[in-house]
Each structure stands twice: as C-alpha cells, then as structure tokens.
C-alpha cells in the first residue's frame, strides 16, 4: 500500500524531467528538420536537412563553435587553477568548525544573478570604470586601457559564472581526504610538493574531473558573459545561437539544428574527459 | 495546518497530511490542492475578460503610462502591454503565436513591414474607423511604404532617423559623414546596428539602400549590399562592440567605450538633453528613415478596443509631446513638435536643412533587401 505515495513522489521528477528536459529537445529536434518554421500561413511543411548543412557552408559557423571549444577549455583551466587552491585552504587548513562560513562566504556572490554580476563587470573594467579610475589615480595609465569588449573580459565573465561548478566538487573531495594519509606521508620524509603531487592530488582526482567536466560544459553554453561582455570579434557558438532564434527572417531551424550541435559537441567533450578519469581514479600514492 | 481525511466523523480529531495515506485520497488531495492553486489563476482571467481587455506589444515608452491610465479608467479595458525590443524577437514571437493570436495591436517599423504581412501577422487597418485620422501629418498617412496592394497598414507614430552620434570632446572636428566611423583614429570606439549600419554603408558608398532601384535588376542589389559587407568585415577592427538596443549603446557611449556611433534609437537625445558631450548628425550623405507604426493584428481577439484604442491616441490632446518625451522620437501627428521645448525639438528632431536628405525604406524594395541585408548581417557578425 505503501508503494504507492512513493510512486506518484517519484512520478513528479519524472514527469519533469520528460517536461523541461526531454520535451524542449524533441521540439528542437523536429523544429531543426523543417526547411522554415514557422512556415508561411497555409503553406505545409516540408522537412530539410539545410539547417544542418549550413553549420558546415555557412559564415563564420564553424569558427564559432571552436571558439566557443577553446573558450571552455580555457575557463576550465582557468577555474581549476584558481578553485583548487581555495577549496583546498577551506577544507585542509580551516578549522572544521569554521568551514561551513568560509564556504558560505565563497558562494555568496553566487546568490545573485548571472546577469547583474556581468553588469558588475561592466562597471568595473570599462573605459569609465572602476579599475581604469583606479589605474589613472594611481598615475600608471593618463587614457584608459580598453578592457571590456574582448576576450579576456569574456574569460573573466565565464570564469566567474561557472567558479562554482568547480569549486564544490574539489571541495567535497578535499573535504574527504583522510588526514592520517598526509601524515603518514610526512613522518615517512615527504615534504610540502611531494605530499601534495603523490598523496593529495592523486587522491582528490575524481574531483577534478568531475569538476573538469561540469565547468567544461557549463561554460560552453555560457550566454550572458559573450553577450554582454564581448566585443565584436568574440562571437561564441550560444551567441550564434540566440542571434538565429532572434533574426527576422525565421532562422528558427537553424538555431535548433546548431543548439544539437552544440549538445553533441558538448556530450563528446564530456565522454573524452570521462574516458580520462577512470584513469586519474586509478592512481594511488606510492 | 491539518487536513480534514475524507471519511473524518464528527467527534474525531482530524489527523495531519500523511504520506500513509491510501493512494485514492492522495489523488485526491493532489486534485484539490492543483484546483486550488490554478483557481486564482482562471478567476482572474475570467474577471479580466469580463472588463475588456487590450493587449498592446509594444517598444518601451510607445504607450505612455498617463494616457494609458486615462484610456483604462474612460474605456473601462485594461491595457496591457507586452515590450518588445526590436522587430526581430516581436516578430517571431507573434509568427509563433499566429495561430491564436494574443496580441490585438502590435509595433511594425516601416522597413520591415512586408515580413509582418507576408507572415500574415498584421491585417488592413480599416481608417473610417479612425475619426482622429486626419490629425496624422499627410507625409506619414498618406505615404506608400504603409500601403499593400493599396490598404494602408498601420497608424504612424513615432519616426526615427538613423544618425551619427559622436562625443564631442574626443571626436574632432564634428563629422559631417558615414565616413567618419571608417577613420583609424577611431579604432574600437565605434558602434552600430550591423543591419541599419548596412544601409548607411551604401548611402556612403552612392548605392540605392530603398532597394527601389534595383527592383529590375536583383543581382546589383545583390552586388551594393555584398560591397557595403564587405567594407564592414574590413573595418570590423574599428568596431568595440554590435549593439542591437538603446540600453547596450547608453551604455557603451556613457561608459567611454565607444566615441562614435551610428544610431535611430533614441538614446543620443537622453544623452544629449542630460547634459552630457554628444551631439548628433545627419551625415552629408543622407539617412534612412523609419516610421513606427501601431497595426492591428490579424485575428485579433480586442479588436473593437484595440480601434478603440488607436483613435484615443490621436485624439488626445498633448498626446504628441508624452509620446515624443516617452518613446524618444518625433511623432508622426500634425502636432509633432507642440508643447515640446526648443532643446527638446533640437534632441529629438531632424534640423530643417538635413530633411532632404532623409529617404525613407520602401515596401516595394523590401522583399529584395531583407534576404540580403539578413544574410549580410550573420556575415558581417562572423566575418
């Protein structure tokens, strides 16, 4: 009898997992297949596999796929670079007691909006802007240095949204290193680099990849951070994307087929890195 | 809060909401927690189609907040309006919903007028219903990029004019042409809508941006718009960034990243009347014009008061100068330009001397050119 309430619990994931997730895609899918959508009124319509066909002849289109690849694996790096030291502080050198502020502190800026932190960054980096006032004040620059607009700010801006993708699960496996194996390790003579190479990073290896992961695809369908922060050579694939759902003159098949594209690419991605950590997991400290 | 079980007698205590509970009362309950939850929600649409209803899609500022109250509390129908941010989204977002229509009145600029009626979005206007009609300037009521087939297509408004826009204490001396935004010295500080900057290209380069011309000859409009692209992805280095609404160019020219700019939004006429160093021109080379219209939609489920509506707008007086100061654009009434202050004219008008070399978009030549300049414009964006 009691099966069931656990049932019909279940049943509302599901369903909105069929709803949001697998729904939206099966439109795309068909909306990709049509020559125009919407059609013409009264006009029937007919299927094609031009939308498709134009990611390879089109302008520009395949650039800004590897643009938008390189971009992902940039921010990727980027994050693990600077997420790891700081998961790594929270959980191996704060106190237990006080790590739940310190990581409370770390994702506040995560509370707000996506788009209001890239406004933030507008005012920091633009010609007007906070870092420009503060460099002239400081009599190191007498014109403003062109920040914004480029693809530095853009990394700057897709770092900052996807941080978090990065940070927690790196967290989460510092968090779980046994501490007696870093001690062990140091009354056996390993010193600072050698603990950390041989005993930390081997051991919190899943981290990283799932983090590696998570960020990677995270950042390659980033949208706020190019549009509002990128310059007119700094075109990513979402960008593209929106600007096809957006064009006048019903590109709508075109924004479906390149959205699946850019799913496709991203799930390749995600498989190769995959295939990599089973390895990475393998490792144990000699 | 506890729950009341359905086989509850008088004289038990009635027990909290359990997840034990047998399979039929929890449909149930969930039925009548779903019934509970969506009542408000049909209660509201009901009441509100009861009082009438008008559903306006709109650029911000087209339907100024005072005459909107004004035409709600004398009509007794609501008006709501649905801000739209350019031609593009709207008219998707209104293709998508052509089939049943939400939308009684919607905002058509005049170049993009023939893909609003080719996609059967917008019908006829039936003027004898308009009895304020006449109080529109002859220039606009009268013109023929707002007639198909002979019927005039929506009411004018407001009209905008592509401009250079150039802050005054980095730009010198003041432009006088398109050319200006091609000058090295400017080097990404520029901005500009890719597609209307397209048409200025062609005005500087001596080609025909109504496309009028090249209606017997589709291959030349096909070589002037190929010619202006590719002088744009040449000088794509000059350029800090695409904007492709008021807001992104307010904020690229007050931020200091853009000293140049060609624009029809309404933003150099905030900038200018707040005081801050822009001025803008219309180049030696001339400008396109663009008129915005309010049509009625096809199909439209208000359409009595979306008529209703439309009259109300030309005949209240002081309507012109609300407009103007909401919207940022000259309206296209008799009245443009009464009740408004001599800096304001300066900001938002076009200077006497500069109207002859204004050119308005034509229906005609509008088939040909959407293709190529939609084209031109994905080009120039990857290019």
């Known amino acids: ?286 | 809060m506890r729950i009341e079980p359905e086989d509850h007698t008088p004289g038990e205590t009635a027990v909290p909401l359990s997840l034990d509970a047998s399979p039929r009362l929890v449909t149930r309950r969930a039925a009548l927690v779903g019934a509970a939850l969506t009542a408000p929600c049909i209660l509201r649409a009901r009441s509100a189609s009861a009082a009438g209803v008008l559903n306006v899609t709109a650029y911000d500022g087209f339907v100024p907040p005072d005459f909107r109250k004004q035409f709600e509390s004398a009509a007794g129908t609501e008006v709501r309006v649905r801000l739209a941010a350019s031609q593009a989204p709207e008219l998707t977002l209104l293709v998508a919903e052509r089939d049943h229509p939400l939308t009684d009145i919607c905002t058509v600029v005049g170049s993009r007028l023939h893909q609003f009626v080719d996609n059967g979005i917008i019908e006829p206007l039936d003027t004898s219903r308009l009895n304020n009609w006449s109080r529109i300037n002859p220039l606009y009521s009268e013109a023929d990029w707002n007639r198909v087939n002979g019927a005039i297509m929506g009411v004018p408004l407001v009209v905008g004019a592509d401009v250079l826009v150039y802050q005054t204490q980095e730009v010198t001396p003041p432009p006088d042409s398109w050319g200006a935004m091609f000058d090295p010295k400017y080097k990404r500080r520029v901005t500009y809508d890719i597609e209307d900057f397209l048409l200025c290209t062609m005005l500087l380069r001596g080609a025909d941006p109504t496309f009028v011309s090249y209606l017997a000859n589709p291959a030349a409009a096909a070589r002037a718009v190929d010619a202006a692209r590719d002088l744009l992805i040449r000088h794509k280095s000059q350029v800090v960034r695409f904007f492709d609404e008021g807001s992104e160019l307010e904020q690229l020219l007050t931020g200091g990243d853009a000293v140049l700019a060609q624009t029809y939004a309404s933003t150099p006429a905030k900038l200018i009347l707040a005081g801050l160093p822009f001025r803008r021109v219309i180049p030696k080379e001339g400008s396109m014009a663009f008129v915005y219209t309010f049509a009625v939609v096809q199909g439209a489920p208000h359409r009595d008061a979306a008529y209703r509506f439309l009259d109300a707008m030309l005949a209240t007086p002081g309507l012109s100068a609300a407009l103007t100061r909401s919207a940022g654009y000259m309206t296209s009434f008799k009245e443009s330009g009464a009740g408004l202050t001599e800096v304001e004219k300066a900001a938002y008008g076009v200077p006497d001397d500069a109207l002859g070399r204004i050119r308005f978009a034509s229906y005609q030549g509008q088939a040909l050119s959407s293709a190529l300049i939609d084209r031109a414009v994905e080009q120039v964006k990857a290019g």
């Open chain 1, 1 to 286: 009898v009691r099966r069931w309430p656990r049932l019909i619990f279940l049943a509302v994931p599901l369903l909105w997992v069929a709803a949001a997730h697998v729904g939206p895609l099966i439109a795309m899918a068909r909306i990709s297949a049509f020559a125009t959508y919407p059609g013409p009124p009264g006009a029937a319509a007919t299927w094609s596999a031009a939308a498709y066909a134009a990611f390879l002849h089109g302008p520009g289109y395949r650039a800004s796929l590897l643009h938008s690849l390189a971009l992902a694996t940039a921010t990727t790096a980027v994050s693990l670079l600077l997420a790891y030291p700081l998961a790594y502080h929270v959980a191996l050198r704060v106190a237990p007691a006080r790590r739940g502020r310190r990581l409370m502190l770390l994702v506040a800026p995560f509370w707000t909006s996506e788009v209001l932190r890239m406004f933030a960054i507008v005012l920091l980096l633009a010609n007007r802007g906070a870092l420009n006032a503060l460099l002239r004040w400081a009599g190191l620059t007498r014109s403003p240095i062109p920040l914004l607009y480029g693809t530095g700010a853009v990394l700057a801006g897709v770092v900052y949204t996807v941080l978090l993708s990065m940070l927690l699960p790196l967290y989460a496996a510092l968090d779980q290193l046994p501490p007696d194996l870093l001690e062990a390790a140091s009354d056996l003579g390993a010193g600072a680099w050698s603990r950390f190479w041989r005993v930390t990073l081997p051991l919190t290896a899943r981290g990283v990849a799932s983090g590696t992961i998570l960020t990677f695809l995270a950042s390659l369908g980033v949208f706020a951070a190019p549009a509002l922060l990128g310059g007119a050579g700094t075109p990513t694939f979402a960008t593209t994307i929106v600007d096809l759902f957006g064009a006048a003159s019903g590109r709508w098949p075109m924004g479906a087929a390149f959205g699946f594209i850019l799913l496709l690419a991203g799930t390749a991605c995600a498989v190769g890195l995959a295939a990599l950590a089973p390895g990475l997991r393998r490792t144990r400290p000699t």
